[in-house]
């Protein structure tokens, strides 16, 4: 068992574990620092490995808005109509919110229709906890599992509260890859054959996926010796392991710990946490071509019906798969809100550029203000690892994949046209660079990419 520091990032210093039971103050507005709490590390049950699927041997080692605008247990009966109007609609109504926020929230399952920056203006910058509070209500996992509600609100504003104020890895963020899941949910009913643990493990793994994240990738942790790399370079995915560590230490706390008085046994309990840590490691980039191998080859042996993929069939790799196209899918959002998140993601590499000028470091291609083209590289991103990875996950997803696809294709045209003027060339097929091994498997010219979109994977 590896021992490990506390979790960087934490606002406060650690402490035993008697005094647990300090709760975190997360009132703080967007922007500035909630108010230092300290958190304990229990290192004796937070080991992280540096493979996020310790357990699968098939793995390779707009403008902003406003408020006037392992193991699985043996199958239980499939959960039929999981997501329905009425259970959007109850779900929306019993949040303690305006009726602004309200009207937003009707929409929690609605692909084309949501729309997080307005939910981030009309809630003072806090989407994160509202639009999952009311998608696990929506799938009735609070009512099913008797979720302590104080409590998961209490870990879920935490978990707000810590997200800092990047650019791009924000709470916004983590908001609308919660809500990107459930709308998937919603297409396709395939969370229907899930458990309810396996529910809330995916929906709070997609809240916590990038907590504290600090705004620069794993490579540049490396080249800065940062106190995270320091932490956790030996076990890979700098980042991804400060977030899990960071996402156990808030739910450890007393007072954040929602799901101890509910009907979860210890096994699922156990199971809840370790899966938890396994989808936060995964959506490291550097995982990709793993994350697709696997969802691959189960869909091979167990096909396209999740009620199939029974305790040896691995249903992580699909829980991984979904969890990763929430992740990427701002290129599958309607070209408004696509263009934002581009924009944001821009921003934030050239902040880590701005870094690594004044660190006298030489300069990531796409962090560098002076010479990269975000039309080049978001194209990129689309055609070379977006298109292929919506492709892979149709069979499970017939419906949702239907939806986007117009989508990701107007976002694709819009950023070629936007790359016009730009030097170099990643979008056609002939260019020398490629794809590291490590990302693929993408079909033959699909490989094709210059250093840019990698460069973009990897925050």
Same mark, same amino acid.
């Given at each position: 068992m590896?021992?490990?520091?506390?979790?960087?990032?934490v606002?406060?210093?650690p402490?035993?574990?008697?005094?647990?039971?300090?709760?975190?103050?997360?009132?703080?507005?967007?922007?500035?620092?909630?108010?230092?709490?300290r958190?304990s590390f229990?290192?004796?049950?937070?080991?992280?490995?540096?493979?996020?699927?310790?357990s699968?041997?098939? $793995?390779?080692?707009?403008?902003?808005?406003?408020c006037?605008?392992?193991?699985?247990?043996?199958?239980k009966?499939?959960?039929?109509?999981?997501?329905?109007k009425s259970?959007i609609?109850?779900?929306?109504?019993?949040?303690?919110?305006?009726?602004?926020v309200?009207?937003?929230l009707?929409?929690?399952?609605?692909?084309d229709s949501?729309?997080?920056f307005? &939910?981030?203006?009309?809630?003072?910058?806090?989407?994160?906890q509202v639009?999952t509070?009311?998608?696990?209500?929506?799938?009735?996992v609070?009512?099913?599992?008797?979720?302590?509600?104080?409590?998961?609100?209490?870990?879920l504003?935490?978990?707000?509260?810590?997200?800092?104020?990047?650019h791009?890895?924000?709470?916004?963020?983590?908001?609308?890859?919660?809500?990107?899941?459930g709308a $998937?949910?919603?297409?396709?009913?395939?969370?229907?054959?899930?458990?309810?643990w396996?529910?809330?493990?995916?929906i709070?793994?997609?809240?916590?996926?990038?907590?504290?994240?600090?705004?620069?990738?794993?490579?540049?942790h490396?080249?800065?010796?940062?106190?995270?790399?320091?932490?956790?370079?030996?076990?890979?995915?700098i980042?991804?392991?400060?977030?899990?560590?960071?996402?156990?230490?808030l739910?450890?706390?007393?007072?954040?710990?929602?799901?101890?008085?509910?009907?979860?046994?210890?096994t699922e309990?156990?199971?809840f946490?370790?899966?938890?840590?396994?989808?936060? &490691?995964?959506?490291?980039?550097?995982?990709?071509?793993?994350?697709?191998?696997?969802?691959?080859?189960?869909l091979q042996?167990?096909?396209?019906?999740?009620?199939?993929?029974?305790?040896?069939a691995?249903r992580?790799?699909?829980?991984?798969?979904?969890?990763?196209?929430?992740d990427?899918?701002?290129?599958?959002?309607?070209?408004?809100?696509?263009?934002?998140?581009?924009r944001?993601?821009?921003?934030?590499?050239?902040?880590?550029?701005?870094?690594?000028?004044?660190?006298?470091l030489v &300069?990531t291609?796409a962090?560098?203000r002076?010479?990269?083209?975000?039309?080049r590289?978001?194209?990129?991103?689309i055609?070379h690892l $977006?298109?292929?990875?919506?492709?892979?996950?149709a069979?499970?997803?017939?419906?949702?994949?239907?939806?986007?696809?117009?989508?990701?294709?107007?976002?694709?045209?819009?950023?070629?046209?936007?790359?016009?003027?730009?030097?170099?060339?990643?979008?056609?097929?002939s260019?020398?660079?490629?794809?590291?091994?490590?990302?693929g498997p993408?079909?033959?010219?699909?490989?094709?990419?210059?250093?840019?979109?990698?460069?973009y994977?990897?925050p």
């Amino acid at each position: 068992m590896t021992t490990l520091s506390p979790p960087v990032g934490v606002k406060g210093t650690p402490i035993s574990n008697q005094d647990q039971q300090q709760q975190i103050q997360t009132n703080s507005p967007r922007g500035q620092q909630p108010a230092p709490v300290r958190i304990s590390f229990n290192t004796s049950n937070s080991t992280l490995e540096s493979s996020p699927f310790p357990s699968d041997s098939s $793995m390779e080692n707009s403008e902003e808005g406003n408020c006037t605008a392992r193991q699985n247990p043996p199958f239980k009966a499939m959960t039929p109509n999981l997501i329905t109007k009425s259970s959007i609609e109850s779900a929306a109504a019993a949040s303690d919110t305006s009726p602004e926020v309200a009207s937003i929230l009707d929409k929690v399952c609605d692909w084309d229709s949501f729309d997080v920056f307005k &939910l981030d203006a009309c809630t003072g910058g806090r989407p994160l906890q509202v639009v999952t509070l009311c998608l696990l209500r929506t799938l009735g996992v609070v009512e099913r599992l008797q979720l302590d509600v104080t409590r998961l609100s209490e870990f879920l504003a935490a978990v707000e509260g810590h997200y800092t104020p990047q650019h791009y890895h924000n709470s916004t963020h983590a908001a609308d890859v919660v809500q990107a899941l459930g709308a $998937m949910m919603a297409a396709d009913q395939w969370a229907s054959a899930l458990e309810d643990w396996e529910r809330l493990a995916i929906i709070i793994g997609a809240a916590v996926h990038d907590l504290g994240h600090p705004g620069v990738n794993n490579d540049f942790h490396v080249r800065t010796n940062s106190e995270a790399a320091q932490a956790y370079s030996t076990l890979g995915s700098i980042n991804e392991n400060n977030h899990a560590a960071l996402a156990s230490s808030l739910l450890d706390l007393r007072g954040n710990d929602f799901f101890m008085s509910s009907t979860m046994d210890a096994t699922e309990a156990t199971q809840f946490k370790s899966l938890l840590k396994e989808l936060i &490691l995964s959506t490291d980039m550097a995982h990709h071509g793993g994350v697709i191998k696997s969802f691959k080859a189960s869909l091979q042996q167990f096909g396209s019906e999740l009620t199939n993929w029974s305790e040896d069939a691995r249903r992580n790799a699909a829980l991984r798969m979904f969890l990763h196209c929430a992740d990427i899918s701002n290129p599958a959002r309607p070209l408004e809100h696509c263009s934002e998140w581009g924009r944001r993601v821009q921003e934030e590499l050239y902040g880590q550029g701005d870094k690594e000028r004044e660190l006298g470091l030489v &300069l990531t291609p796409a962090c560098d203000r002076g010479s990269s083209c975000p039309g080049r590289s978001q194209a990129a991103f689309i055609k070379h690892l $977006m298109q292929p990875t919506i492709a892979v996950l149709a069979p499970l997803a017939p419906k949702f994949v239907e939806t986007v696809t117009p989508h990701i294709n107007a976002s694709l045209e819009h950023w070629r046209a936007l790359s016009n003027g730009c030097s170099g060339d990643c979008i056609s097929n002939s260019s020398p660079n490629k794809l590291p091994e490590r990302m693929g498997p993408l079909a033959g010219s699909e490989r094709n990419c210059s250093s840019d979109v990698i460069t973009y994977l990897a925050p």
